[in-house]
């Protein structure tokens, strides 16, 4: 055969988004007055729980609250950790935020206690103000004059310098010539020199030089010539927290150990040295503390000790807001045969300011399913959301979510445009519900091993 032309097979790279339980939400959704809205930044309903939040947020960013204790407490699906995630959105990028499932501390390879004070101190932020020198200005001529031999001498040069008020010329040292052939600065270039690192920032394109515009290309960025005296003192502030301060200063190879992960117990002394030094500096105004929220998901799997410990450090000082989620009724303490409200000792529980959570309404669901629907980018039926709907009425709200992408699927096999009816019911029968999947384990006991319920009785409450 005649020479047959094949054109090679494109295949078009996707891009994998991890979608999350809690990837919608943005904030606490409230407007100035505190008042929660009815759907906003990704939060439905549970507008007293979110007011509550909205007054703790606000008494954490005036510094007005520290040391103290939140509980969120409700039945499971009924949104507390998703409030807890509006919070940490709210309050922004510099407050520290730590999150923990109180389970975590039982598989670390250090103590409980130690554990706790790590998570502490995560949420615990040290804005460190510091002030330096630094030379700005518009670089007018670069000289660097080369040896003739290239032997033992070194290169040495000018630099001219200008503001709109003064102009100067320095002294070019070998560091300071090979720093700035490093960022390729050249006349007309605006620069900031720090006078303590002797690191060169290249700001800009001086606004004088932009009838070279074409020569030079859209991507640069041009500056105004600075203003006033060529060298000034300029703040810099860094936010650090306390547990960054405590693995620099108790590791051999300092800040990389952040990056190992491999932290270990971190000894009291050190601990100690770090706080009276922080304190020092509070004195003398280089620093400021940020207290930050420390939340615990499922606080009912402490035990004894651990809540023992957090008595004990919630009136530390240095003591961030800690928020606690639970979700069980009155249960026994763990590491003990008493009994007490979300399994939390009494005189922790006094500590607390509870926030309570309560099931959503048939409306609120089914808002919930559209914002969910979009997140997971889904095209679903308003007949079909509506089923979901009532689906998440009668089982829980988790199940109906994690039906959306189920049924999607389904309807892609179907090659049609958005999800119907048809497609959520497939997934219903598919996948079980809790009530189902129990009502099948009575139906079935005698079948399955170390079964405790009777099978000809109905189900026995189990101690909890």
């Known amino acids: ?266 000894r009291s002394e050190v601990r100690e040295q770090i706080d009276g030094k922080v304190a020092e500096w509070r004195e003398e105004g280089k620093a400021d503390i940020v207290p930050g929220v420390l939340f615990i998901d499922e606080v009912h799997m402490l035990d004894i000790e651990c809540f023992s410990f957090l008595n004990r450090a919630l009136e530390n000082d240095l003591a961030p807001i800690v928020v606690v989620a639970t979700n069980r009724g009155i249960t026994k303490i763990r590491g003990t045969n008493y009994k007490s409200p979300h399994g939390i000792p009494i005189d922790l529980l006094d500590r607390l300011l509870i926030i309570q959570t309560k099931p959503y309404s048939e409306e609120e669901l089914r808002l919930i399913i559209d914002i969910r629907c979009e997140e997971e980018d889904v095209e679903m039926s308003d007949d079909a959301k509506e089923l979901l709907t009532k689906i998440g009425t009668e089982t829980s709200l988790r199940y109906a979510m994690q039906l959306i992408t189920a049924s999607y699927l389904i309807s892609k096999r179907r090659k049609v445009a958005e999800v119907d009816i048809e497609d959520v019911s497939k997934a219903y029968s598919l996948f079980c519900d809790v009530q189902r999947s129990s009502q099948f384990l009575k139906e079935y006991a005698s079948d399955y091993m170390f079964n405790e319920i009777k099978a000809t009785g109905d189900a026995q409450p189990m101690e909890s």
């Open 1 to 266: 055969m005649a020479g047959v032309k094949t054109t090679p097979e494109i295949k078009e790279i996707t891009k994998i988004e991890r979608i999350g339980a809690h990837s919608h939400i943005r904030g606490l959704g409230l407007d100035d007055t505190l008042e929660a809205r009815a759907v906003s930044q990704g939060m439905v309903g549970q507008k007293d729980a979110r007011r509550a939040a909205g007054v703790i947020l606000k008494m954490i960013q005036a510094g007005q609250i520290a040391g103290r204790a939140i509980l969120l407490a409700g039945q499971p699906g009924t949104g507390k950790t998703a409030i807890a995630m509006g919070m940490s959105k709210a309050l922004g990028e510099e407050t520290p935020f730590a999150m923990m499932a109180a389970s975590e501390i039982f598989s670390l390879e250090m103590s409980k206690t130690e554990a706790l004070s790590q998570a502490f101190r995560k949420a615990i932020g040290v804005r460190i103000k510091e002030e330096t020198e630094i030379i700005e200005g518009e670089v007018v001529e670069i000289e660097i004059d080369r040896p003739a031999a290239t032997g033992s001498a070194a290169k040495t040069g000018k630099v001219t310098l200008k503001t709109t008020e003064m102009e100067t010329i320095y002294d070019l040292g070998q560091k300071m010539i090979e720093s700035l052939q490093k960022e390729k600065v050249q006349a007309g270039d605006v620069i900031a020199i720090d006078k303590a690192s002797g690191r060169i920032s290249k700001l800009g394109r001086s606004f004088a030089r932009s009838r070279d515009y074409d020569a030079m290309g859209p991507a640069t960025k041009f500056v105004q010539c600075p203003e006033g005296e060529l060298q000034k003192r300029k703040e810099v502030v860094h936010v650090v927290t306390l547990h960054e301060i405590d693995v620099i200063n108790s590791r051999s190879q300092g800040f990389l150990a952040l990056f190992a992960g491999d932290t270990g117990e971190i």
